[in-house]
């Protein structure tokens, strides 16, 4: 949206992804407000396909569709670091359960972004390692059982009109605050660098 907001006239511009609707990991309101703002800014979105190839002047989507177009720009394609004695998935991730326990084996966990879960967020990450914490906690010294890892997104869309909040309740009319420290939404991290002094974590000035 912020390229489509500088394109000259006659330009325009397209999204191809596999996704149902845009963004909707985020869930429905969010999804909802996405596919609103796309459509304001003249993006259109083509759903459930894949980019194959860029051939003819054309992009070519994975169910036969060319997309005749100037010019094609990929996202990069995540994968993981392999570590040694450690399952991963066909990506490189670690393959966990929703208590951040690694498959088969019973005294490991993960959380965050080496995991097989999807999304890559800072504040998802936090949110794994509370439950991996409560999970270690339980199984170490019968502290009460660990609530499963129920992912909640926040997300803040910067678009050429100011940022959108597409966090829990998006859709709603709670004002976003922009704030750096809050863009890690975790439940100690947040209030954490909050309260920080840049200098004594180390950051330059
Ligand atoms: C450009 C960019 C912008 C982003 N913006 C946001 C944002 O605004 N909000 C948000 O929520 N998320 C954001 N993210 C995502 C967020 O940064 C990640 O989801 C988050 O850092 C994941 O945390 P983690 O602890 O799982 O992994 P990491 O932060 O990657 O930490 C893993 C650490 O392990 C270290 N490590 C790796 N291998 C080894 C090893 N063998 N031995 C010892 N140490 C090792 C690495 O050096 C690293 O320090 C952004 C990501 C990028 C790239």
Same mark, same amino acid.
């Given at each position: 949206m912020l390229i489509a907001a500088e394109l000259d006239s006659g330009a325009s511009m397209t999204i191809v992804t596999?996704?149902? =609707?845009?963004?909707e990991l985020f869930g429905k309101a969010a999804s909802e407000k996405v596919a609103a703002l796309l459509r304001d800014h003249n993006v259109e979105t083509v759903l459930e396909t894949a980019p194959a190839e860029y051939r003819d002047s054309a992009l070519v989507t994975t169910d036969g569709r060319r997309i005749e177009t100037d010019l094609a720009v990929t996202v990069p394609t995540l994968t993981g670091h392999l570590i040694p004695g450690l399952p991963y998935d066909e990506q490189g991730f670690i393959p966990v359960d929703d208590f951040g326990q690694i498959d088969q084996h019973s005294r490991e966990f993960a959380a965050g972004?080496?995991?097989?879960?999807p999304v890559k967020f800072g504040g998802l990450a936090t949110e794994q390692a509370d439950v991996v914490a409560a999970a270690i906690a339980a199984a170490a010294w019968a502290a009460p059982a660990p609530e499963p890892f129920k992912p909640v997104y926040h997300g803040t869309l910067l678009t050429a009109d100011g940022p959108v909040d597409l966090g829990p @309740? =998006? @859709? @709603?009319?709670e004002p976003y605050a922009w704030d750096p420290a809050e863009k890690v939404q975790g439940k100690y991290l947040t209030p954490f660098l909050k309260a920080a002094d840049p200098a004594a974590l180390g950051a330059e000035e």
């Open positions: 596999p996704e149902k =609707a845009p963004l972004d080496v995991t097989s879960f @309740g =998006a @859709g @709603g009319s």
